[in-house]
């Protein structure tokens, strides 16, 4: 039996309120919102260890290479990095972070192409939320060394599933198993004194960590769509070496979400404690005066208008003193990251890292 949405509404809207008074949710972040939150997360230290060099390709213009490391734990995480073939000069580099989209069989399959070229479910995700393009690869075409990397639950670190016969591919019929694995995932993070957004941002930060180290590269920042940019928003905070961020199709304030909105959402976004300590655009901001950029798709059935419109008065208030450094772009799109809202980013992306 579904619940009654006004029912269930009017629950959750006491409980929020009990809450409010109670335990002072949302509050005005303080000075160490970034510390604080990430003890709040879990966020392990990690590193990328053993890092190996698993083949390597030239595409056209590109050259690629498939990596794998260890974080210590689960399957190797695999990844690509991609670049100009011609590139002698270090390059600037980009943390290309990939989407939740439902779809965990694939990790940077979804934003990334090697020689085999994308899958048909990849396709499929690519014409709804990226403009049939592989993202990453147009990056790199930009003049950037791009790495799209695998985490926790995606991919290569995927779970070993056994997903129920019936209709689809093997790759749909593993996503609808993962989608009622991912509270299983959570719980055992919560357990642990983690949280699956913490992990997950620490796999990220080793990512980003190792893509410094490369003496190919330059100054970095990264992007992401969707949960994608909840990525990319984590990392930009726990990592103030992260030159420039974009989030795309990724904010909101959480007391929005209260009207109808949460349960469309991962577990990600939901890391214990945080709200007690402010809202998702609160954390977000927190790296200011560093350059942001936040695309806002304004038909976005994920998010509600007011949830973005109070995210980005409270962006904009975080950098009031950082004139120019946070852009705000909003997009007559629904729920997606586009060619129009990845070129602009791309040049955006190119100003601050070219510096």
């Given at each position: 039996?579904?619940?009654?949405?006004?029912?269930?509404?009017?629950?959750?809207?006491?409980?929020?309120?009990?809450?409010?008074?109670?335990?002072?949710?949302?509050?005005?972040?303080?000075?160490?919102?970034?510390?604080?939150?990430?003890?709040?997360?879990?966020?392990?230290?990690?590193?990328?260890?053993?890092?190996?060099?698993?083949?390597?390709w030239?595409?056209?213009?590109?050259?690629?290479?498939e990596?794998?490391?260890?974080?210590?734990?689960?399957?190797?995480?695999?990844?690509?990095?991609?670049?100009?073939?011609?590139?002698?000069?270090?390059?600037?580099?980009?943390?290309?972070?990939?989407?939740?989209?439902?779809?965990?069989?694939?990790?940077?399959?979804?934003?990334?192409?090697?020689?085999?070229?994308?899958?048909?479910?990849?396709?499929?995700?690519?014409?709804?939320?990226?403009?049939?393009?592989?993202?990453?690869?147009?990056?790199?075409?930009?003049?950037?060394a791009?790495?799209?990397?695998?985490?926790?639950?995606?991919g290569?670190?995927?779970?070993?599933?056994?997903?129920?016969?019936?209709?689809g591919?093997?790759?749909?019929?593993?996503?609808?198993?993962?989608?009622?694995?991912?509270?299983?995932?959570?719980?055992?993070?919560?357990?642990?004194?983690?949280?699956?957004?913490?992990?997950?941002?620490?796999?990220?930060?080793?990512?980003?960590a190792?893509?410094?180290?490369?003496?190919?590269?330059?100054?970095?920042?990264?992007?992401?769509l969707?949960?994608?940019?909840?990525?990319?928003?984590?990392?930009?905070?726990?990592?103030?070496?992260?030159?420039?961020?974009?989030?795309?199709?990724?904010?909101?304030?959480?007391?929005?979400?209260?009207?109808?909105?949460?349960?469309?959402?991962?577990?990600?976004?939901?890391?214990?404690?945080?709200?007690?300590?402010?809202?998702?655009?609160d954390?977000?901001?927190?790296?200011?005066?560093?350059?942001?950029?936040?695309?806002?798709?304004?038909?976005?059935e994920?998010?509600?208008?007011?949830?973005?419109?109070?995210?980005?008065?409270?962006?904009t208030?975080?950098?009031?003193?950082?004139?120019?450094?946070?852009?705000?772009?909003?997009?007559?799109?629904?729920?997606?990251?586009?060619?129009?809202?990845?070129?602009?980013?791309?040049?955006?992306?190119?100003?601050?890292?070219?510096?």
């Amino acid at each position: 039996m579904s619940p009654d949405p006004a029912a269930e509404g009017a629950v959750f809207g006491e409980l929020a309120a009990l809450a409010g008074a109670r335990l002072g949710t949302f509050p005005e972040p303080g000075p160490r919102l970034r510390e604080a939150a990430r003890d709040a997360m879990g966020v392990l230290d990690l590193r990328a260890e053993d890092v190996r060099v698993e083949r390597a390709w030239t595409d056209g213009d590109l050259a690629g290479e498939e990596l794998s490391w260890s974080v210590g734990f689960g399957p190797r995480t695999r990844a690509f990095l991609l670049k100009p073939r011609e590139a002698t000069a270090p390059l600037p580099g980009v943390v290309a972070l990939h989407c939740h989209a439902g779809m965990k069989w694939a990790g940077k399959e979804k934003i990334a192409d090697a020689p085999e070229g994308p899958s048909p479910e990849v396709s499929r995700l690519r014409a709804d939320l990226y403009g049939g393009r592989a993202f990453a690869n147009a990056l790199a075409r930009r003049g950037f060394a791009v790495l799209a990397h695998d985490v926790l639950a995606w991919g290569s670190r995927r779970f070993p599933l056994d997903p129920e016969p019936g209709p689809g591919s093997e790759a749909d019929r593993y996503d609808a198993a993962a989608r009622a694995h991912e509270h299983v995932v959570a719980k055992h993070c919560a357990v642990l004194g983690t949280s699956f957004a913490g992990v997950v941002a620490a796999e990220d930060l080793a990512a980003a960590a190792y893509l410094r180290s490369r003496p190919d590269v330059a100054r970095v920042g990264c992007a992401g769509l969707s949960g994608g940019g909840l990525r990319a928003g984590l990392l930009g905070a726990f990592d103030e070496h992260v030159a420039a961020v974009v989030v795309a199709a990724m904010m909101t304030s959480y007391r929005d979400l209260l009207d109808g909105y949460v349960a469309r959402h991962t577990w990600m976004l939901y890391p214990p404690g945080l709200p007690r300590l402010g809202d998702w655009p609160d954390l977000v901001a927190a790296r200011a005066p560093a350059p942001l950029m936040v695309q806002y798709a304004t038909r976005d059935e994920l998010f509600p208008g007011p949830g973005m419109r109070r995210a980005h008065e409270t962006i904009t208030a975080r950098y009031r003193d950082a004139p120019g450094a946070y852009e705000a772009v909003f997009a007559d799109v629904p729920h997606s990251f586009d060619v129009p809202m990845q070129e602009r980013a791309f040049d955006w992306l190119a100003r601050h890292l070219r510096g």
